[in-house]
């Protein structure tokens, strides 16, 4: 079983740095000539076999999956993106204007998700597509699918800040004789 992780494309907000949990942005051009571009990257890893395609439920997650060829099975909050509560919108650097040092990573979102959260929420997912008895592709955002691959391979929600995650970024999650193994990270077309 593999799991196929796709950041969704650019956003105006991804492009300029500003957090963008619920908040529903738009692909770019830019954008959704990357998607389409992803989704022949995928093609051409996982040929024709079989997939469970969850998605974000963000219009930039489903909007990536259809151009990116995807027949979406089903649209979950449990792969959508962090919660940034009073940070929506806002950049790192404005953030730290006033909390200095302020990293998603190591400090609170005041009224968003805490980085044990959004942990739970990448262990339920990995459960859940471990269990599975074909591949996976799940269709989601840069900050989540980083606590995810840190989750599937047995690591804290802290440890995706390791992981870089490009927008419209094809990453593939596997196991070498039963070790979970991050097989390929942040592909592009």
Known sequence: MTVYLLRHGQTEWSENGR????????????????????????ADLRGDRPALVVSSPRVRALRTAELAGLA????????????????EG???PQIRETVPGWTV??????NGETAGQVGGRAAKVV??????DTDVVLVGHGHFSRVLVAAWIGQ??????????GAAGVSVLGDERGVPQVVRLNLSH
């Not at 459960?127 to 599975?132: I, N, P, T, Y």
């Open 127 to 132: 459960d859940r597509v471990r269990a599975a």
């Open 90 to 92: 806002l950049t790192t």
């Open 72 to 87: 979406v099975d089903e649209i979950t909050e449990d792969v959508a993106e962090w919660d940034y509560g009073d940070y």
């Open 19 to 42: 957090h963008t949990g619920r908040t529903d942005i738009p692909l770019t051009a830019e954008g959704e000539a990357r998607a389409r571009r992803a989704g022949e990257l995928l």
């Open 105 to 110: 990573w190591t400090h609170p979102c005041p």
């Open 156 to 165: 804290p929600a802290a440890f995706g800040v390791h992981f870089g995650l």
